[in-house]
T-cell receptor, first 113, second 111 residues
């Protein structure tokens, strides 16, 4: 079945860039997502990229997709303390049976002053 | 907008007890989902409902049942709770564009 992997922890200093990495196995993935989860809350969609794109930029967020290596990354520029959260990578291949996402384990981002 | 609403937010059960987690969305979405979140394992799909009147098993359906009561509501039932079902449960629904909207989660502890 599909598998999505992420490292569990990342620590950065405020103002630095953060890069969160993700690898997936499903070559039929059509959309790849980044979700953010703050403590005690549900997940919120940060950004997504369609599988025929290499890069997507949205303000401080840059998503890079290497489809050949099945590698997805999320770069957060000028990381702030408010960016401290768990970040989940997810992928889906639309099958007509609902948008079933496969999530990674999540990366806990800690931003230090 | 309320979005996706789950109840209860917290619950403690003894092994063997039953309970139902309720979920409702007011966004007129067709598809709804139940996930569980465990440390180091991300979110795993328990059951989903692609549309009103249909339900299908996800990755970890054992020990659970679901009911898609109508377009708005999708409930998750534990008939005989086990300690392995201690987790945080998230209900979600999908917009036509494919974005998942999550509830705030229900933290369940089974003693």
């Amino acid at each position: 079945g599909e598998d999505v992997e992420q490292s569990l922890f990342l620590s950065v200093r405020e103002g630095d860039s953060s890069v969160i990495n993700c690898t997936y196995t499903d070559s039929s993935s059509t959309y790849l997502y980044w979700y953010k989860q703050e403590p005690g809350a549900g997940l919120q969609l940060l950004t997504y990229i369609f599988s025929n794109m290499d890069m997507k930029q949205d303000q401080r967020l840059t998503v890079l997709l290497n489809k050949k290596d099945k590698h997805l990354s999320l770069r957060i520029a000028d990381t702030q303390t408010g960016d401290s959260a768990i970040y989940f990578c997810a992928e889906t291949a639309f099958t007509g049976g609902g948008n079933k996402l496969t999530f990674g384990t999540g990366t806990q981002l800690k931003v230090e002053l | 907008n309320a979005g996706v609403t789950q109840t209860p937010k917290f619950q403690v059960l003894k092994t063997g007890q039953s309970m139902t987690l309720q979920c409702a969305q007011d966004m007129n979405h067709n598809s709804m989902y139940w996930y569980r979140q465990d440390p180091g394992m991300g979110l795993r799909l328990i059951y989903y409902s692609a549309s009103e009147g249909t339900t299908d098993k996800g990755e970890v359906p054992n020990g659970y049942n679901v009911s898609r009561l109508n377009k708005r509501e999708f409930s998750l039932r534990l008939e005989s709770a086990a300690p392995s079902q201690t987790s945080v449960y998230f209900c979600a629904s999908t917009s036509p564009g494919g974005e998942l909207f999550f509830g705030e989660g229900s933290r369940l502890t089974v003693l």
